[in-house]
């Protein structure tokens, strides 16, 4: 007999993952969909953000996510001078496309080095109130550890939807994105938007990288795990889509999970990037891309 | 004119002064070449997924140089370790050892950390005929069988079953028996030969497995895998994973409320201090492989209080385990091995070093060791442990005798277990 329940609890442990790669991969979703910018260092922020939730929480027992949004400005100044060194170094140049990619890789390489040498390379975690609980709703349990992370993810989306649907700096965003001298031409500085862009991108990562720690155990080289995925979540849900993030990376979780439960978790991120390259052969652009 | 007699002494005094010269110099050479210092090379995971070993394993070799130069060194040689990081990639491990050994020119080797950083070292090991001193490794030698490779994890003659033989024989013997297991690691090399030598032990043992599966080792969430477990109610689950998976396997047991007769065997990474720290009571009632512990059996070993009094004084410094029961004893273990077979031979021929260790039993800060013909110890001694009434975080109570029970074999035995799983939940 077909376990249903077990089904169901696949899906919606799914569901609570895809919340969380939502989360960990909107700031590739703004800096790599929408400005264009191979920003390989970005899970090294992730990381960055989830080693300040630690030392939060071990100094003065700070929930991680109450670190991540205390620190969400401290990143977002820390992505707006990354960029600021990017565009004078390399962008306002011309010579992004490699150079760019060896500066990022750099400070990927630094931001690991560093944290190595701060922190040692024991693996670090924090053990929240609400982390090893879990609740029961109509049989299907639901773990506060992936609950919390992926509430917060959900919000990250809706707030970066809005943000970029409904104010000024995120139409213009939006609008560096697709023209950038047609935004010049309207009196706006691409240069400023864009480092406004890059900083709510590297302070998204921050964020992620709290919720990540209450998950899972992280080292300065974690970051290397996630350079995959992040890409993989932003290209499938259409670059510089942030609703087709969110559901690219719910689509991967669920395949994942649903992987893991009937088929054997060896097949699980094969069969999820599977999904992937069928989705990309159906529609290059990605699910909602342009 | 001079006189023939006058000739001959200005001759002699001149052959007699050269004699001196190259007397003396040849005196300046040896006493060179005696305060040449013994170098002794390896790469190690300093940075990389196993750099949480990697660096304590370290900082043990360092501790037991300063030992044997405060001693006035090795075959009255000071000890010189020159050393590289591996970054936990086996890709780095051939260049390393051949800068090692041809530019750096040192006299003895030893391998990194770990399984895969040393399946690639045994090869130019066997082409140089080097001895070749293995730093926890499983059955990296049961292809090769070279006879110049020593292993320091006290895995025994039967490396594959090793992690898995305390766990099962303790399972076997429980009223009632558990009847069923589940099976379940990463996909990667320590967890596969540990599950390989585990399905042999539940045929063994008339186990009936009821889940048999592995994951990829970067796993985000393990509730489904766990879910999974928990719907074949098998009475024993036998995990083998590395670090970060262990905690992930451990956290979802919790949650999903997975709790079978008997859990862990090969998790990597409990036994980390900034696990137990972190962890805390979650940790009760896991019977889990050990190689370890503060009990008063281990104590008593000859050294082991003064090296762990000098670790524990280095390790913050370093940025390394605090308490460094895992791997850093092993460590310093393995160098005392390769120390006592120079001094033993008075010499540094590879060939000659690797017959002596072969033929004899050393005296280590880890117990008396005997190596077998695979270069394992001639007989093994993985733990099998249980973590028992762990209250809080705190790191103070980890450091003595009771938290980390030694309940296999029966000669190390410090207590009994807390069976079935459940009852030490509670």
Redesign the interface.
């Known amino acids: 007999m077909f ?1 249903w329940d ?1 089904l169901a ?2 899906v919606v ?2 569901l ?2 895809g919340g ?2 939502a989360a960990v991969s909107l700031g590739v979703s703004v800096i790599f969909g929408l400005l264009d910018i191979a920003n390989i260092a970005q899970p090294a922020f992730l990381i960055l953000g989830a080693y300040a939730a630690y030392v939060m929480y071990n100094a003065f027992g700070l929930d991680p996510i109450l670190s991540g949004l205390l620190f969400t400005p401290v990143f977002y100044l820390v992505g707006a001078a990354v960029y600021r060194v990017y565009y004078g170094s390399f962008e306002r140049r011309g010579e992004e496309s490699l150079r760019g990619l060896v500066f990022f890789f750099g400070i990927l390489f630094i931001i ?2 560093s944290l ?2 701060k ?9 929240s109130g609400y ?4 609740i029961e709703v109509g049989g299907i ?1 639901i ?4 609950l919390v992370p992926c509430l917060v993810g959900l919000a990250m989306t809706l707030a970066l939807h809005l943000f970029l649907a409904r104010t000024f700096y995120g139409r213009a965003i939006m609008a560096v994105s697709q023209d950038r001298l047609a935004l010049r031409l309207m009196g706006a500085n691409p240069v400023k938007i864009k480092t406004v862009a890059f900083g709510i991108g590297i302070a998204a990562a921050s964020l992620a990288g709290a919720l990540l720690i209450t ?3 992280v ?4 970051d290397r ?1 996630y350079i995959g995925r992040m890409f993989a979540i932003t290209v499938l849900g259409g670059m510089g889509s942030i609703g087709g993030t969110l559901v690219a990376a719910i689509i991967l ?1 669920i395949a ?3 992987m ?3 088929f ?3 097949w ?2 094969a069969v999820s990037f599977g999904v992937l390259l069928a989705a990309l052969a159906v529609r290059p652009a990605g699910l909602f891309g342009r | 004119m001079r006189q023939p007699w006058s000739r001959s002494i200005v001759r002699a005094v001149l052959v007699g002064a050269l004699s001196v010269v190259v007397l003396l110099a040849s005196a300046g050479t040896f006493v060179a070449q005696a305060a040449d210092p013994i170098k002794i090379g390896f790469g190690m995971a ?4 196993l ?2 070993n ?2 304590p394993a370290l900082l043990a070799v360092q501790i037991w140089k300063d030992d044997i130069n405060k001693k006035g060194g090795l075959l009255g040689r000071p000890i010189d370790l020159v050393f590289y990081d591996d970054q ?1 990639n086996p890709a780095t491990v051939p260049g390393i050892y051949t800068k090692l050994l041809d530019v750096d020119k040192v006299n003895l080797i030893i391998s990194g950390y770990g399984t895969n950083l040393i399946a690639p070292l045994l090869p130019i090991a066997m082409e140089r005929k080097l001895t070749l001193m293995g730093m926890f490794g499983l059955a990296n030698n049961e292809k090769y069988q070279y006879p110049n490779y020593f292993q320091i994890q006290p895995a025994g003659p039967d490396p594959q079953i090793s992690t898995a033989i305390g766990f099962f024989e303790l399972a076997a013997k429980q009223n009632p028996k558990p009847q069923t297991v589940a099976l379940v690691g990463a ?1 990667a090399e320590y967890p596969q030969n540990a599950l390989v030598g585990a399905r042999e032990l539940v045929k063994k043992f008339g186990f009936k497995t009821v889940y048999d ?4 080792p ?4 393990y ?3 766990v ?2 477990i928990k ?1 074949t109610n098998a009475d024993i689950v036998f995990v083998a994973s590395y ?2 998976d262990s ?2 396997m451990l ?2 047991a ?4 997975l709790q079978p007769k008997i859990f862990g065997g090969g998790m990597v ?1 409990l036994m ?4 137990l720290t ?3 009571p ?1 940790l009760n009632g896991v019977v889990n492989y050990d190689f370890w512990a503060p009990e008063p059996v281990f104590l008593a070993m000859p050294g082991i209080k003064e090296f762990l009094k000098e670790y524990q004084a280095r390790a913050e410094k ?4 605090p308490l460094g029961y895992y791997l850093p004893p092993y460590s310093y273990a393995l160098m005392q091995v390769l120390g006592q077979a120079v001094e033993g031979t008075k010499g540094l021929d590879q060939q000659k070093i690797a017959d002596y260790i072969r033929a004899n039993e050393f005296s280590t800060i880890v117990g008396k060791i005997k190596f077998g013909k695979n270069g394992e110890w001639a007989t093994g001694r993985t733990l099998m442990v249980q973590y028992q009434k762990i209250q809080g ?1 705190s790191i103070e109570q980890f450091r003595g005798p009771g938290k980390k029970v030694v309940l296999w074999p029966d000669e190390f035995k410090s207590g009994t277990i807390i069976y079935p799983y459940a009852s030490a939940l509670k």
């Open positions: 376990a077990l609890n696949a442990a799914g609570l993952l969380v790669y690991e080095v190595s040498l922190f040692g390379v024991d693996y670090r975690l924090v053990q982390v090893g609980k879990s349990g773990a506060y550890r992936l998950i899972t155990p080292i300065p080289s974690t795990d979780g994942e999970s649903l893991s439960t009937f054997g978790p060896s699980a991120q | 300093l940075t990389g997924g750099s949480a990697g660096k936990t996909d599966k592995t994951y990829p970067n796993t985000v969430d509730t489904p895998i879910r999974a719907a670090p970060p905690v992930g956290r979802a919790h949650e999903v409320g990474g980390f201090t900034t696990f972190s962890l805390g979650m370093a940025g390394v385990d975080t």
